[in-house]
């Protein structure tokens, strides 16, 4: 599998993420254990998740994704060759969102327990935290860096402004800069990364890393009206996606599957990683015939005609 280098960090990504928020939800420990062997045997070495996984549960508190992905990473000895993508400053029962400094020198450690390990590759700001200069949430990374205990940082749910807010407080204070970021991007909800987000991600070479890259799972093709919202405990998410627009990109995607002789749901990924701006999406699974279906979307390769028709329909 062809890696690929995330942004201006040494880790090396294979184009296709597991997204972790399904680990302690829709997918127990025994299934998380047998996606994760599939997903690595195929050559893919990223997982993405949160501390706030899968806190929306009844029952959980938040930390559950990660202890699974801990247990696992510890049973298979394998964690040299995995990177390992984690957040903060969710609400964890706190009552809000939090980068402050004294809350992140807590919540990694929680971290790094649950996931039995000493370092964290890659740590990002879930959210923006308007109440916290970045001065001080940046600061709070450089000491967690020097002690080791982190490689890279970055943020997610960022807009253009904020952005580039904190990447001048870095750059002016000699503080770790953000290098990577996570937006919402799929064919369908572009608006929000494409434009100026884009643009400065490319000028300052930023690892790109897209969340909700199959739309709630509506690019699968599987939700085409609204008596399919029931299909899934997802499905209340998709009903948005149901007009014209997402009509014009499903009926694009079943047109390049039939001529690429793949499923829709990959070729809205392999666009995806075909992205100028872009290193690479997240995407989860439940099974293990979806695992095989992301393997088959991060070696799909679209072409011109492809690319243009998709483009087209999602414009």
């Known amino acids: 599998m062809q890696k690929r280098r995330l942004g201006r960090t040494d880790l090396e990504i294979a184009p296709l993420v597991f997204g972790g928020n399904v680990f302690g939800w829709t997918a127990d420990e025994k299934t998380s254990f047998e996606l994760l062997d599939r997903f690595v045997d195929a050559g893919l070495n990223t997982i993405d998740t949160a501390d706030a996984y899968s806190r929306w549960v009844s029952g959980n508190k938040g930390g559950e994704s990660e202890a699974i992905i801990g247990k696992w990473m510890k049973s298979r000895a394998n964690r040299d060759s995995i990177v390992v993508i984690t957040k903060v400053g969710s ?21 790094l327990k649950r996931l039995q390990t000493d370092v964290i590759d890659l740590y990002l700001s879930h959210w923006p ?3 916290v200069p970045h001065e001080e949430t940046l600061g709070a ?9 982190v490689r890279h940082i970055g943020a997610s749910n960022l807009d253009a402004s904020q952005l580039r807010a904190a990447l001048d407080v870095a750059r002016l204070r000699d503080l770790p800069r953000y290098e990577v970021l996570q937006p919402e991007y799929n064919l369908y909800d572009r608006a929000s990364y494409d434009g100026a987000l884009r643009d400065l991600c490319m000028k300052e070479d930023l690892g790109v890393i897209t969340y909700y890259s199959l739309a709630s799972g509506f690019l699968s093709g599987k939700y085409r009206t609204a008596a399919d919202l029931g299909k899934s405990v997802r499905g209340g998410g998709v009903k948005r996606y149901l007009d014209v627009r997402g ?5 694009a995607l079943d047109a390049v599957a039939k001529r690429r002789k793949a499923a829709p749901a990959e070729v809205a990924l392999a666009w995806i990683i075909a992205r100028p701006g872009v290193t690479a999406p997240i995407a989860s699974a439940t099974s293990v015939e979806q695992v095989e279906s992301l393997v088959k979307a991060a070696s799909l390769e679209l072409d011109a005609a492809d690319i243009e028709a998709l483009d087209s329909a999602s414009a």
């Open 91 to 111: 609400d964890m029962g706190q009552g809000k969102k939090d980068l402050s400094a004294s809350y992140i020198e807590k919540a990694v450690e929680a971290s």
């Open 129 to 131: 935290d308007p109440t």
């Open 141 to 149: 990374y450089q000491k967690l860096i020097e002690k080791g205990k």
């Open 247 to 251: 009509m014009r990109i499903l009926a």
